[in-house]
């Protein structure tokens, strides 16, 4: 399976972009993408943009937001991961929020549970890393071990993913609620300043709409 729920979609150029809410920004969070009133609650710029509890990446005072939704298993993740980290370092002011959203079958929600479990211990950002760097299909058994070779305390990691399970999935739901009031069907998917980005862009293209954003929020 790729990294798409719907294989149609395929990967999206700067032709897909869409303005959330036509770029308006409602007071106190942002535009729903949708009409429902639901939407209203799940997106909110606090909910989307600053919760406490989803790990941050890049520049954390940064002047333009990426949000990220992504699967571990999701080979367009994978191979995109470089390059975003790449075009976030380069710029050097944006900062990167990460969702994990486990989308393609029980390992993807093993291994997002397992990630977000090491947080507690401050290595939420290495396990991602070792996650996302493999070029084959997760199971839990190598799950394990690459976590394991990153200095997560295993044994800790254990507790956490029992005492900490109604925490993580709380986390989990917020995500996925998010991504399907968005409209997003597949991994990866982005939120870039006010821009909707549903699939994988270039390097090029990816600082372009940065620029975009940035061109935005002066508006």
Same mark, same amino acid.
């Given at each position: 399976m790729t990294g798409f729920r719907n294989k149609g979609l395929g990967p999206t150029r700067r032709t897909a972009l869409t303005l959330i809410g036509a770029g308006a920004l409602v007071a106190g969070g942002i535009a729903s993408a949708r009409a429902a009133v639901d939407d209203d609650e799940v997106l909110t710029e606090a909910k989307v943009l600053r919760d406490p509890d989803t790990p941050v990446a890049g520049n954390p005072n940064g002047d333009i937001t990426i949000v990220e939704w992504s699967d571990y298993n999701c080979p367009y993740c994978r191979k995109l991961e470089p390059e975003l980290r790449q075009v976030i370092q380069d710029d050097g002011k944006v900062r990167l929020v990460l969702k994990d959203w486990p989308i393609l079958g029980p390992v993807s929600i093993t291994a997002a549970r397992i990630a977000l479990a090491a947080k507690f211990q401050d290595k939420y950002h290495q396990a991602h890393d070792a996650m996302m760097g493999v070029s084959s299909r997760l199971t839990e058994p190598r799950i394990n071990e690459l976590l394991a070779g990153v200095g997560v305390d295993m044994d800790r990691l254990k507790r956490d993913l029992t005492e900490r399970a109604k925490d993580i999935d709380s986390v989990l739901k917020r995500n996925n609620d998010q991504a399907e009031a968005f409209g997003f069907? @597949?991994?990866?998917?982005?939120?870039? @300043?006010?821009?909707?980005?549903p699939g994988v862009l270039t390097m090029a293209e990816f600082e372009q709409v940065i620029a975009d954003a940035r061109k935005a929020k002066m508006n």
């Open positions: 069907r @597949g991994t990866p998917s982005f939120i870039v @300043g006010k821009y909707r980005v």
